[in-house]
């Protein structure tokens, strides 16, 4: 069963699928010009979920929030749930004050899982009853009402998702919405700005401040979040597109002129740097032989590219 509401003027779309088999998402190829945000309830037993190329567990009862850059596949997808929008249909980032999802539900970088229990999945069976009648009627007014219905299924899934990653209330405050800020300023500049101070400036905030923040939120510094961001989108368009390594860094914002290219029979001059993101370019269990590799030295980043052929 799959649902799709228009918005003609706007070119606004709002999908609901339930129970179909081909449910996926190819952003680089059949859907790269359908940016969906999607959240996807798994209502059937575990299962595999692949998320750009990496397998992650899909518990039962559990809430997956995807962004539209993302390409994913469901070991089962006659098992899921999911809805779709695009910004023209609702824009997260306009409503931000609405729902305060931008930089945390989507766009933080991180595969969020959301465990249900019994409370949480009625109010989300009973969601989901009332998003397919509202859908089933089709007046002037059915677009207001399913964006009230999608705001309000936005909200309910940041506050699970709140409860679990942010477990003190008392970190809700504007903190959160700085480390927010910063990880959306991060999705839409990271192909050309890659300091941390960078980001500090347009936050007004200074790095050292950044870091402390982080730490009340995340593991991760602030640059191991702009790098991390930079391998996404490596491997990315290594595993989907054509471009060679060096259409790769420059898209990534390394010129020639800024870097320093070396063979990968060359010592590299951060070797537990480079281990560990050689470690999150061939993540276990993945389908890729390395067949040559270039090193990109920068400031504070060694970005390992590897290319790669399908095995």
Not at 266 to 282: A, C, N, Q, R
Request: aromatic share 12%.
């Amino acid at each position: 069963m799959k649902f799709l509401v228009t918005d003609q003027k706007a070119g606004g779309d709002l999908l609901l699928i339930n129970g179909e088999e081909n449910f996926g998402r190819f952003y680089y190829g059949r859907d790269q010009e359908k940016k969906y945000f999607t959240i996807v309830w798994n209502r059937g037993e575990k299962q595999t979920v692949t998320i750009d190329n990496v397998e992650h567990d899909f518990m039962p009862n559990t809430v997956l929030p995807l962004m539209f850059n993302q390409s994913f596949y469901f070991e089962r997808a006659s098992d899921v749930v999911a809805w779709q929008f695009n910004r023209e249909f609702y824009c997260i980032i306009d409503h931000d004050a609405e729902v305060s999802c931008v930089g945390f539900l989507f766009g933080m970088g991180e595969v969020l899982f959301i465990n249900l229990d019994d409370a949480a999945q009625n109010r989300l069976r009973l969601l989901l009853n009332i998003f397919i009648e509202e859908i089933n009627t089709q007046d002037n007014i059915q677009n207001e009402m399913l964006v009230v219905l999608l705001k309000r299924l936005i909200i309910f899934i940041t506050r699970l998702a709140k409860s679990k990653y942010i477990p003190d209330p008392k970190l809700n405050d504007e903190r959160l919405d700085v480390f927010r800020k910063f990880n959306l300023l991060v999705e839409a500049n990271f192909r050309t700005e890659h300091s941390v101070n960078y980001y500090a400036q347009l936050l007004n905030k200074s790095p050292k401040t950044l870091s402390n923040l982080f730490a009340l939120y995340n593991q991760k510094t602030p640059i191991q979040v702009i790098q991390d961001r930079i391998i996404i989108e490596a491997k990315r368009l290594l595993s989907y597109t054509n471009k060679s390594a060096k259409e790769i860094t420059h898209e990534l914002g390394f010129d020639d002129a800024a870097s320093s290219v070396i063979s990968s029979n060359d010592t590299p001059l951060y070797p537990p740097l480079s281990l560990e993101i050689i470690g999150k370019m061939f993540p276990s269990g993945n389908n890729y032989k390395p067949s040559g590799n270039i090193l990109i030295l920068q400031p504070q980043l060694l970005l390992h590219l590897c290319i790669v052929d399908q095995a």
